[in-house]
């Protein structure tokens, strides 16, 4: 169950887009569809932001979209936000029925 | 509105017990699969174990596999996670979550969190 691998941090300035990779193996992320997002803000609990690799829950602005290629997800925001800046954690199903996280990216917004 | 509140977070030393439990509301309750998740302050979120809504089937991580068991009381809507053998690296803020419906699970509406500490 090693988790699944994101860059530490990213960074964009307002109206851009940014684009956060999560890398899994052939036992998660590129054997399923199976994949989930998270935003976090500082001192608050996570908020379900993706599932099924790109489908957004009700609420969930449209500038947010999901995308999957092999063993790797992206999570990308397009016409960045101040409100945008938090930690972004992506998940996946496993073959072992375990659910793993990744280690959290960090947004920046300029 | 659906709302998660844990409590039975504390103090506890290495090796000792504690239960947190999960009172849930504003869903049917029965209808769905229940997870904890916890986080170390600062840190990454760490998938912990599973439940269905039955309660007849659990899931759990390898790191506190034999140690830690979920369940569920579905005529009092809460949820529990029993914590045996603490060990410091228990330490964090452990998440009641919700589950979106269907299969696998997501996490769908999380708690506040309550926070264990496990040390000397």
């Known amino acids: 169950q090693s988790a699944l691998t994101q860059p530490a941090s990213v960074s964009g300035s307002p109206g851009q887009s940014i684009t956060i990779s999560c890398t899994g193996t052939s036992s998660d992320i590129g054997s399923y569809r199976y994949v989930s997002w998270y935003q976090q803000h500082p001192g608050k609990a996570p908020k379900f932001m993706i599932f099924?690799?790109?489908n957004r829950p009700s609420g969930v602005s449209d500038r947010f979209s999901g995308s999957k290629s092999g063993n790797t997800a992206s999570l990308t925001i397009s016409g960045l936000q101040a409100e945008d800046e938090a930690d972004y954690y992506c998940?996946?199903?496993?073959?072992?029925?375990?659910?793993?996280f990744g280690g959290g990216t960090k947004l920046t917004v300029l | 509105e659906v709302q998660l509140v844990e409590s039975g977070g504390g103090l506890v030393q290495p090796g000792g017990s504690l239960r947190l439990s999960c009172a849930a509301s504003?869903?049917?309750?029965?209808?769905?699969?229940m997870i904890w998740v916890r986080q170390v302050p600062g840190k990454g979120l760490e998938w912990v174990s599973s439940?269905?809504?039955?309660?007849?089937?659990?899931y759990y991580a390898d790191s506190v596999k034999g140690r830690f068991s979920i369940s569920r009381d579905n005529s009092k809507d809460t949820l529990y996670l029993q914590m045996n053998s603490l060990r410091a690296e228990d330490t964090a803020l452990y998440y009641c979550v919700k589950d979106l419906g269907g299969w696998p699970f997501y996490f769908e509406y999380w708690g506040q969190g309550t926070l264990v500490t496990v040390s000397s």
């Open positions: 099924d690799v790109s």
């Open positions: 439940i269905t809504g039955g309660g007849g089937v659990t």
């Open positions: 504003g869903f049917a309750f029965v209808g769905y699969g």
């Open positions: 998940s996946s199903y496993t073959s072992t029925s375990t659910w793993v």
